[in-house]
């Protein structure tokens, strides 16, 4: 039932000397692996000095995402459940970040949400992320949806460089549930953003600059790395793209 997407070698506790090589599986899940889902949740919550990124769900929430078959999915080790990444459907209900966006009306139901991803804090480091949303975008493509969306904290450097990786670009910047200043991504799947030449980069923590930058229309696409943090480089698209 559940057989393997892929599977391979990850590493676990990298870039430290008692790092091991640790053979995987990547499978979808579904209501089975509940108990699975909530451990690994609460174990990253604890991982963390700053919560206010990681987002945590109620057993609910998952339960309604195992509804929609392949919206989740998982990587596991000998050590169990070890990352897992979820897809969500919002359709016309407000939480849609396409109204974030100002997407038109009539394309919010061809919107998809890249939602919730955790990975165990010994297993940061193998692009698990990058590889269960590769898994994701594959499977939005063939259901025929046309948009992808996503939020990503500010503050969470190696979620958003993975997000940008897949072609996703910021659109927004603004505060979402619980109060939370998150950066509001988007890839059109069928008409892609060009960037044109024009760049301008701002520190990550310039959020007011950010948020002056996307009004006039500019939009964030890439990363790059500074001794005490990052900047975001924000550009035009290209007329033809508009």
């Known amino acids: 039932m ?6 391979g070698t990850i590493k676990r506790n990298k870039n430290q000397p008692s790092q091991l090589d640790m053979r ?16 690994l949740q609460e174990i990253i919550i604890q991982s963390l000095a700053d ?4 987002r945590t769900h109620s057993p609910d929430y998952f339960q309604d995402h195992f509804q929609i ?6 990587i596991f080790t000998e050590d169990g459940l070890v990352a897992y990444s979820v897809l969500y459907f919002p359709g016309e209900r407000e939480d849609n970040f396409g109204s974030d ?12 949400h890249l939602a919730t ?12 992320q990058s590889m269960m949303h590769g898994i994701h975008l594959e499977v939005v493509k063939r259901m025929g949806y046309e948009h ?12 958003l460089q993975n997000i940008l990786s897949h072609g996703l670009i910021i659109k927004a910047l603004k505060v979402k549930f619980d109060w939370r200043l998150r950066y509001i991504m ?19 923590s310039d959020i007011e600059g950010q948020i002056s930058l996307l009004k006039r229309g500019f939009l964030g696409f890439r990363l790059v790395e500074l001794p005490d943090g990052f900047e975001v480089s924000y550009g035009r698209t290209l007329p033809s793209s508009a």
Do not use: Q, W
């Open 186 to 204: 988007h890839k059109n799947l069928v008409c892609p953003n060009i960037i044109g030449p024009e760049e301008i980069r701002i520190k990550s």
């Open 117 to 128: 991803v955790a990975v165990h804090p010994a297993y940061r480091g193998n692009s698990l």
């Open 51 to 54: 919560k206010e990124i990681f």
């Open 24 to 39: 995987y599986e990547m499978r979808f899940m579904d209501e089975s692996h509940l108990r699975d889902i909530m451990g």
């Open 69 to 74: 078959e392949n919206s989740t999915v998982g």
């Open 148 to 159: 992808v969306c996503c939020m990503v904290s500010p503050k969470n450097r190696p979620s």
């Open 2 to 7: 559940f057989s393997p997407i892929k599977a």
């Open 101 to 112: 966006i100002n997407l038109p009306h009539d394309e919010l139901t061809k919107v998809v």
